[in-house]
C-alpha cells in the first residue's frame, strides 16, 4: 500500500491529477483513489495498492510542483513520538552563526556551517572548529543572542502543542548547544532536550565542548531510545532540515524535511516548502479547530 497526502490548490487540481493518473499507470502503478481530506480542505489524499514510494514522489513533484506532501506505505495516523531538530527547523536561525556574528565571525562560521548541513564537511569537525572559533566570547552574549536573534519558526509552537494534546511524545534534538537548546525547548513545549554542551570558564567561552558530541548518530539512537519506550506499532514523525538528520529522517515513519538541503529532501518520505509548521498538522488530518495554541 502506498498513501500520499498533499496540499493542493483546487485550481487546475483535475488537470493535474488526470496527469499523475496518467504518469502513474505509465509506471504501472494504477491510482486506486484520490480524494480531498475530510477535515481539512486543502489536503489531497491518493492511495495505490502498492507501488514504488520514490516513484510516487517524483511523479507528484513533477505535476504539483514543490507542494508540501508525506508518503507513507501504510495509513497515516497522527504519531506516538516526535522528534526534531531545532536551527532551520524549529528556530529559524542557526544559534552558532548568530553567535558568531556577537563575536564579528558570522559569516566564516556560516560558511562552515552550510557546508555541513549539505554533507560536504564531516560534522564533528566542522562543529569542533566553529566552537573554537568562539573560545573567549563571553558567556553573557548568548542571553543576548536568544533574545535579539532566536526566533520559532511559524507555527512551531501549535505543532508541538497539538501533537501533545493527542498524547505524542515531544523530543528536540539538536547538534547545536543546549544553550539555546534549553530555552528554545521549554518555549515551544517539548519535553526533552539533547544536544551539544558548550565549555564555560569564568563566564568566557573555553572554545571546547564538554562531554560526548551529538551528530547525526545521537539524533537516530534518540528516536530508537524514545521510541522502544513506547512499544510496538508506534508511529515516528521526525523533522529536520540538514546532512545530520538525514539518518534520523529515514528511521522515522514519518520523516519530514522541512525547507531542507536537497540531501535531506531526498532522504525523507515528507516535506513541507511552505513557511508554517502546522501544515504537518494538516498532512495528519486534524482539523484546524482542533490545534493547540502553544
Ligand atoms: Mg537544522
Known sequence: MLIARLIA????????????????????????MASMLDFCGDVLQLSLPDGDAAILTSTLVDHFGDCDMLVADHQIEVPKLFVSDMDSTMIGQECIDELADFAGLKEKVATITERAMRGELDFADA????????????EDAISRCLSERIRPVDGARTLVATLRARGCRTVL???????????????????????????????????????????ASTK?????????????????????????????????????????????????????WSRY??????????????????
Request: proline residues 4%; negative net charge; charged residues 25%.
Open 220 to 272: 537516530l539512537a534518540t528516536l530508537i531510545e524514545e521510541r522502544d519506550q513506547l512499544g510496538q506499532g508506534a508511529r515516528v514523525l521526525a523533522t529536520g532540515d540538514g546532512a545530520n538528520d538525514i539518518p534520523m529522517l529515514e528511521e522515522a515513519d514519518y520523516g519530514i524535511a522541512y525547507r531542507a538541503k536537497p540531501r535531506a529532501t531526498d532522504a525523507a518520505n515528507g516535506r513541507i
Open 173 to 215: 534534538v539538536t547538534g547545536g548547544f543546549h544553550h539555546f537548546a534549553d530555552p528554545v525547548a521549554e518555549q515551544l513545549g517539548f519535553e526533552r532536550v539533547v544536544g551539544n554542551r558548550l565549555g564555560v570558564a569564568e563566564r568566557v567561552l573555553t572554545g571546547k565542548l564538554v562531554g560526548p558530541i551529538s551528530d
Open 127 to 138: 562543529l569542533t572548529e566553529r566552537v573554537g572559533l568562539l573560545e573567549g566570547l563571553e
Open 277 to 294: 509548521l502546522t501544515t504537518i498538522l494538516k498532512l495528519f488530518d486534524i482539523p484546524e479547530d482542533e490545534w493547540v495554541d502553544g
Open 9 to 32: 490548490d483546487q485550481v487546475g487540481l483535475e488537470t493535474r491529477l488526470d496527469a499523475v493518473r496518467a504518469s502513474l499507470d505509465n509506471a504501472g502503478m494504477p491510482l486506486a
